[in-house]
């Protein structure tokens, strides 16, 4: 064979090598994120209850309530970033964002409907 031939083929070795070391992150069963997503919120609701003081602002008891439910929310990232974490730190950052969130708000719906 020239080598003008075999050089295509002595290309595509190292790339069907290369193939073979993708990172496979599969993602969890929905229904499995459903699942740790209503334990979370679940956690959220009863801490709002328990630790709202009614003289903190809502996000300092909001804090406080998500630090109550920190494995819900480990439990939740670590479904979500799979067996190799992948990404971990990122869905870390944005599980704790949006539980921050719901947490304040949630101490918020709690205070007004106390009101009423």
Do not use: W
């Not at 929905?30 to 209503?38: A, F, G």
């Not at 709202?52 to 670590?78: F, H, K, M, W």
Request: include cysteine.
């Amino acid at each position: 064979m020239s080598q003008a031939k075999m050089r295509p083929a002595s290309l595509l070795i190292p790339l069907a090598t290369l193939c073979g070391c993708a990172v496979v992150n599969s993602a969890p069963p929905p229904q499995e994120v459903v699942q740790l997503r209503n334990a979370r919120d679940a956690c959220l609701a009863r801490n709002v209850a328990a630790l709202d003081d009614y003289r903190s602002d809502a996000a300092t008891i909001g804090r406080a309530v998500v630090a109550a439910c920190r494995y819900e929310n480990q439990a939740l990232v670590s479904a979500i970033a799979g067996p190799d974490g992948f990404r971990q730190g990122e869905i870390s950052r944005q599980i704790e964002q949006n539980s921050l969130d719901a947490a304040t708000q949630s101490v918020l719906a709690h205070r007004a409907t106390r009101r009423s």
